[in-house]
């Protein structure tokens, strides 16, 4: 779909879309839209591997952030509710949906090469406008995603005070996460992706190995092994799993962001949907031995986890099932997921805004492209902006929206948290939704695509009616947050589509021919 070109000519920082083969330009169509062109901004040589793309998937997924955080909130969620010693249940439909989700997304890239996914996937049964006001929100999630250096910080800050009795505030942490981060992201994502593989699997290994550990001593202490798979253990019941199901499909998020390197990858109708599928069931095997180990470990006392910020970390120290050794090895694990988290989660969010910009959605600025290493460099900048500005704001203002007792990134953590996971379910819903329209005709497998992109509507709509049902009034200040910036963005691409400055119509991208 790109044109391919020499990009090492390019100067350092020239824009991409004009180091391109010539040919004419866009022509404009009636209805504001502009047809495809050789001219269409492009990263260059495609030269990233299915290592790479299975590494920027777990990386901006965490799975060992995740494991060691989010169980607390899928047994207790933010209001209590949740499903209780029932988690791994909440885990294992969790994971049903993202199989359905990701077999739908796997059969959309074996049709288009695309940076955008999201949008163009959706743009393709619901127009540009509808695809570009949904994507939009997606990548909003993602570009707002980086809240690992409030986080940090605060972890670093408590472990080298506790361990070392050195001090230093965490906003002064948190910024040097970020100074690193964003060297590295300018050396370019391959580099980036090879740290982050390597890492993910020795972690998610060793946390595997130590589940299995605390999974057999607590049966053979006499723990009952099939309570955390009875309904009757969450104090909600079914009501209470689906509870869980908000935060057990956030553990998964991140797992799409394969597809925004589709125009990085040599053959991405093979590479993309094999890495979707592989990066799926690696993370339902470890995410459900991780909660069902944590549920055993504990006694199945749901309360008692709901109640610790890290219960794996509580396993794993003295007079449990470990030492203090392994509580700093995986303290230590646990930071560095964040910094890999932080790499995913800019890569992930540049390209898409990256996608957007080229096609017209989002100011041209955006498609500004390095010519030495390929990086969008504005795209990329966008994110570490947004996370110097979060960390210095948290760090000057984040004492108006403390909560008693906890400190406020912690605070401003959790409530923009809650956003990108309502965002989430909506995103996951819409893009299955969408695969009944224009991909069921298309795909040779439509009976199979069905049933995948139904699970994924239905799974979704039961998620969020379940978190609506007795909702606080944050989460539907939360509500408005994200209808406002959907309405915004409807407004804003009909506006920019009169004017004429849409690009190409998702309409008008090149199809891959189907393997």
């Known amino acids: 779909m790109s044109s391919n070109s020499n990009p090492s000519e390019q100067d350092e920082g020239t824009n991409a879309a004009t180091s391109l083969s010539p040919g004419p330009g866009p022509a404009q169509a009636e209805n504001g839209v502009q047809s495809e062109s050789p001219s269409r901004a492009s990263f260059g040589d495609r030269k990233l591997g299915l290592s790479h793309v299975i590494a920027q998937s777990l990386a901006t997924n965490a799975p060992i952030f995740n494991a060691i955080t989010f169980l607390p909130l899928i047994v207790g969620g933010t209001t209590g509710n949740g499903a209780g010693s029932a988690v791994p249940l909440s885990v294992l439909f969790s994971a049903v949906t993202m199989f359905g989700v990701m077999w739908t997304l796997s059969r959309f890239s074996r049709y288009l090469d695309t940076t955008g996914s999201v949008y163009v996937f959706i743009s393709r049964s619901f127009g540009d406008r509808t695809g570009t006001a949904f994507g939009s929100l997606n990548y909003l999630s993602i570009v707002l995603g980086p809240l690992t250096p409030l986080i940090f910080g605060g972890y670093l800050q408590g472990y080298l005070s506790s361990q070392f009795g050195i001090h230093i505030s965490w906003w002064i942490l948190s910024l040097g996460l970020i100074a690193v981060s964003a060297l590295i992201l300018?050396?370019?994502?391959?580099?980036?992706?090879?740290?982050?593989?390597?890492?993910?699997?020795?972690?998610?290994?060793?946390?595997?190995?130590?589940?299995?550990?605390?999974?057999?001593?607590s049966i053979s202490g006499g723990v009952d092994a099939l309570a955390p798979f009875n309904?009757?253990?969450?104090?909600?019941?079914?009501?209470?799993?689906?509870?869980?199901?908000?935060?057990?499909?956030f553990i998964f998020a991140g797992v799409e962001s394969a597809q925004n390197l589709a125009e990085e990858t040599p053959n991405p109708k093979?590479?993309?949907?094999?890495?979707?599928?592989?990066?799926?069931?690696?993370?339902?095997?470890?995410?459900?031995?991780?909660?069902?180990?944590?549920?055993?470990?504990?006694?199945?006392?749901?309360?008692?986890?709901?109640?610790?910020?890290?219960?794996?970390?509580?396993?794993?120290?003295?007079?449990?099932?470990g030492a203090t050794w392994l509580v700093?090895?995986?303290?230590?694990?646990?930071?560095?997921d964040m910094f890999t988290l932080t790499l995913g989660t800019c890569v992930y969010g540049s390209r898409g805004l990256f996608a957007l910009a080229r096609d017209g959605r989002l100011p041209h600025a955006l498609t500004r492209v390095s010519g030495k290493r390929h990086v969008p460099t504005v795209a990329t900048a966008t994110p570490v902006v947004w996370m110097v500005a979060l960390v210095l704001g948290t760090a000057v203002a984040g004492s108006l929206f403390v909560k008693t007792g906890s400190p406020a990134y912690l605070t401003?953590?959790?409530?923009?948290?809650?956003?990108?996971?309502?965002?989430?379910?909506?995103?996951?819903?819409?893009?299955?939704?969408?695969?009944?329209?224009?991909?069921?005709?298309?795909?040779?497998h439509a009976a199979y695509?069905?049933?995948?992109?139904?699970?994924?509507?239905?799974?979704?709509?039961?998620?969020?009616?379940?978190?609506?049902?007795?909702a606080s009034a944050s989460m539907y200040v939360n509500i408005l947050i994200v209808a406002g910036f959907l309405l915004f963005s409807f407004v804003q691409s009909t506006i920019r589509r009169r004017r004429g400055q849409f690009g190409a119509?998702?309409?008008?991208?090149?199809?891959?021919e189907e393997i």
């Open 270 to 321: 093979r590479s993309i949907p094999r890495a979707l599928m592989i990066v799926v069931g690696l993370l339902t095997v470890y995410f459900m031995l991780v909660a069902y180990a944590t549920v055993l470990g504990f006694h199945l006392d749901g309360d008692a986890i709901a109640k610790d910020a890290a219960p794996l970390l509580a396993l794993a120290a003295p007079g449990h099932y």
């Open 328 to 336: 700093d090895v995986l303290t230590v694990m646990l930071l560095f």
């Open 449 to 470: 695509l069905v049933v995948a992109a139904g699970v994924g509507v239905l799974s979704a709509c039961g998620i969020l009616f379940s978190n609506l049902y007795h």
């Open 186 to 217: 300018a050396l370019g994502v391959g580099i980036s992706t090879r740290i982050q593989l390597v890492w993910m699997l020795v972690a998610m290994l060793a946390i595997t190995a130590f589940s299995v550990v605390v999974i057999i001593r």
């Open 412 to 444: 401003v953590f959790t409530w923009i948290g809650g956003i990108q996971g309502l965002i989430t379910a909506v995103i996951y819903g819409t893009v299955c939704l969408s695969a009944f329209g224009w991909l069921r005709r298309k795909d040779s």
């Open 505 to 512: 119509s998702a309409a008008s991208l090149e199809e891959l």
């Open 231 to 249: 309904v009757h253990s969450s104090p909600h019941g079914w009501l209470g799993v689906a509870w869980g199901m908000l935060y057990g499909l």
